[in-house]
C-alpha cells in the first residue's frame, strides 16, 4: 500500500539555524500538506500546496517557512532561522487526484524537529 | 472560523464492549469531518469521513461515525472494542468550498486516549 515517506525522522538543530524537512507523498496525489504538533498539544495546519503554488497557508506559516516541490517526487517545508518555539512534530500529507478522494488526507510519520 | 471539540481526554473502555469517542465542531457552512488514529511513534492514519449523505458512515477496522447537523456533532464508535484499538483518535473539520477541491487544511481537535482494557 502507498504511503507517505519523511526524512529524517528526528532532526536536532541549533537556534538560528535553517533546517529543510523532506517528504515524498504518495505518488499520484496532487494535494501537499504540512502540518506540525507541538508535544501535548493538537496538530495544526501550516500549508497547502497544488499545482506548484500555496492554496492556502495558516497564520503560523510567516516569512520563516516556505515550501517547495523541487522535482517530481520530493516536497519540502524550509524553516530559515529556527527558534526554540519551532519545536515539534512535523507532518506532511497529500491527498488524492480528485472528487471525494480529494478530502482523505494521508500522513506521514512526521519528523521530530529540536531546537536548541 | 472552525473548531473542533473532543471533550474528554481518556475514554476507558473493557475489551467486548461498545465504545463512543465524542466530537463536536463548529464551522459557518458545510463541514467535511474526519476521523484519525494515531498510534505511538506513527503518523495519522485516516479511519473514515462524512462529506455528504448518510449520516452514518462506516469507516477502517469496524469503526463508524453518526454525523448530527443539529448537535454539531461526529462521534466515533465501535460495537465491539479490541484492545488493539487502544491509541489517540482525533477528529477533524474542514468547511466545504463552492469550489470544491482538496487544498484546504484541516482543523483538529486536541485528541482522545482510548485504552481498551483486557
Known amino acids: 500500500e502507498p504511503e507517505v515517506t519523511q526524512t529524517p525522522s528526528h532532526q536536532v538543530t541549533q537556534m538560528g539555524q535553517e533546517v529543510i524537512l523532506r517528504c515524498v507523498p504518495i505518488s499520484n496525489h496532487l494535494y501537499f500538506y504540512w502540518y506540525r504538533q507541538i508535544l501535548g498539544q493538537k496538530v495544526e495546519f501550516l500549508v497547502s500546496?497544488?499545482?506548484?503554488?500555496?492554496?492556502?497557508k495558516s497564520e503560523i506559516f510567516d516569512d520563516q517557512f516556505s515550501v517547495e516541490r523541487p522535482d517530481g517526487s520530493n516536497f519540502t517545508l524550509k524553516i530559515r532561522s529556527t527558534k526554540l518555539e519551532d519545536s515539534a512534530m512535523y507532518f506532511c500529507?497529500?491527498?488524492?487526484?480528485?472528487?471525494?478522494?480529494?478530502?482523505?488526507?494521508?500522513f506521514g510519520p512526521g519528523t521530530r524537529l529540536t531546537v536548541t | 472560523a472552525q473548531s473542533v471539540a473532543q471533550p474528554e481526554d481518556q475514554v476507558n473502555v473493557a475489551e467486548g464492549n461498545p465504545l463512543t469517542v465524542k466530537c463536536t465542531y463548529s464551522?459557518?457552512?458545510?463541514?467535511?469531518l474526519f476521523w484519525y488514529v494515531q498510534y505511538p511513534n506513527r503518523g495519522l492514519q485516516f479511519l473514515l469521513k462524512?462529506?455528504?449523505?448518510?449520516?452514518l458512515v462506516k469507516g477502517s477496522y469496524g469503526f463508524e461515525a453518526e454525523f448530527n447537523k443539529s448537535q454539531t456533532s461526529f462521534h466515533l464508535k465501535k460495537p465491539s472494542a479490541l484492545v488493539s484499538d487502544s491509541a489517540l483518535y482525533f477528529c477533524a473539520v474542514r468547511e466545504s468550498l463552492y469550489s470544491g477541491g482538496g487544498a484546504d487544511g484541516l482543523t483538529f481537535g486536541k485528541g482522545t486516549h482510548l485504552i481498551i482494557q483486557p
Open positions: 500546496f497544488y499545482n506548484n503554488e500555496i492554496s492556502e
Open positions: 464551522v459557518s457552512g458545510n463541514p467535511y
Open positions: 500529507a497529500s491527498s488524492g487526484t480528485s472528487g471525494a478522494s480529494s478530502y482523505e488526507q494521508y
Open positions: 462524512y462529506i455528504t449523505g448518510d449520516n
